[in-house]
Nanobody
Framework: QVQLVESGGGLVQPGGSLRLSCTAS????????MGWYRQAPGKQRELVPAITAGGTTNYADSMKGRFTISRDHANSTVSLQMNSLESEDTAVYYC???????????????WGQGTQVTVSS
C-alpha cells in the first residue's frame, strides 16, 4: 500500500520558519519526482517546488530564496524548508509523488493527506 506521511505543519508568526517532511512507502522512491503543492481557501492547488530523482529542482518566483526542497533517498523522505513566511503562504500543503511512465502509458501519481500551515500574528 502506498503511503505518503507528512509532518511539520502548524502555526507560525510572519517572518518565521517551518520545516515540512514527507516519508514515502510502497513506491520505488528513487524513481519518483517528488513535489509539494499547496491550496488556500478559495484558490486552486498550486505547485510549490518539485525535485526530480536526479536532484533537479524548481520553484515559483514568489518562493525563490525562501523555500528549499530536498530529498533523502536512503530514508525515502522529501523535506520543505520554509523561511521568511508570509500570511500569503497560509494553506494546506500536500506531498506528491509522480512516477515514470509505464509501458502501458500510465504515470502513477500519489498524494499525502495534507498538513495545515498557518502564518499569523
Amino acid at each position: 500500500q502506498v503511503q505518503l506521511v507528512e509532518s511539520g505543519g502548524g502555526l507560525v508568526q510572519p517572518g518565521g520558519s517551518l520545516r515540512l517532511s514527507c516519508t514515502a512507502s510502497g513506491i520505488s522512491f528513487s524513481f519518483y519526482t517528488m513535489g509539494w503543492y499547496r491550496q488556500a481557501p478559495g484558490k486552486q492547488r498550486e505547485l510549490v517546488p518539485a525535485i526530480t530523482a536526479g536532484g533537479t529542482t524548481n520553484y515559483a518566483d514568489s518562493m525563490k530564496g525562501r523555500f528549499t526542497i530536498s530529498r533523502d533517498h536512503a530514508n525515502s523522505t522529501v523535506s520543505l524548508q520554509m523561511n521568511s513566511l508570509e500570511s500569503e503562504d497560509t494553506a494546506v500543503y500536500y506531498c506528491n509523488a509522480n512516477g515514470p511512465r509505464t509501458l502501458g502509458g500510465v504515470r502513477y501519481d500519489y498524494w499525502g493527506q495534507g498538513t495545515q500551515v498557518t502564518v499569523s500574528s
